[in-house]
């Protein structure tokens, strides 16, 4: 990934820590996220929404909580709504060190997080790694 784009996501997912090793992120010119790729303009829809909203990422829509468009609608992958939270609460930078330190003890990211029971959950277990 560039050093100029973020490396957080959009939708809240972590950039440096993604399984698509080759993926330039959400934010380059030529983004090429495995959920993008499953519409056919190849546009996630958590970018669309965002960019039309001019905000950062989910992260800053008064909307979060309950929202279920694009990524959130994914019942199976509850992390990047759980991601997003964290980061309203906590910030960029506290996700990115205890994302970084549940890694480095061993936390399988993102299964392990998906595989908790519920949101609440998953931001405990990034808590616990601040």
Same mark, same amino acid.
């Given at each position: 990934?560039? @050093?100029?784009?973020?490396?957080?996501?959009?939708?809240?997912? *972590?950039?440096?820590?993604? %399984?698509? /090793?080759?993926?330039?992120?959400? #934010?380059?010119?030529?983004?090429?996220? +495995? %959920?993008?790729?499953?519409?056919?303009?190849?546009? $996630?829809?958590?970018?669309? $929404?965002?960019? =039309? /909203? !001019?905000?950062?990422?989910?992260?800053? $829509?008064?909307?979060?909580?309950?929202?279920?468009?694009?990524?959130? !609608?994914? /019942?199976?992958?509850?992390?990047?709504?759980?991601?997003?939270?964290?980061?309203? /609460?906590?910030?960029?930078?506290?996700?990115?060190?205890?994302?970084?330190?549940?890694? #480095?003890? !061993?936390?399988?990211?993102? =299964? #392990?997080?998906?595989? &908790?029971? +519920?949101? @609440?959950?998953?931001?405990? &277990? &990034?808590?616990? *790694?601040?």
């Amino acid at each position: 990934m560039s @050093p100029h784009i973020p490396a957080i996501a959009y939708c809240g997912h *972590h950039c440096q820590f993604c %399984f698509f /090793k080759d993926c330039t992120g959400c #934010r380059s010119e030529n983004p090429t996220c +495995s %959920f993008a790729n499953l519409f056919e303009d190849r546009q $996630c829809p958590n970018v669309v $929404c965002c960019r =039309q /909203k !001019g905000i950062d990422g989910c992260y800053e $829509c008064a909307d979060l909580a309950k929202c279920t468009h694009g990524f959130y !609608g994914r /019942k199976e992958e509850p992390v990047a709504k759980a991601t997003a939270l964290f980061i309203r /609460k906590h910030g960029k930078d506290k996700y990115h060190r205890a994302l970084s330190n549940s890694i #480095r003890d !061993g936390v399988d990211y993102p =299964q #392990r997080f998906n595989k &908790l029971d +519920s949101i @609440p959950a998953m931001i405990a &277990l &990034l808590e616990a *790694h601040l």
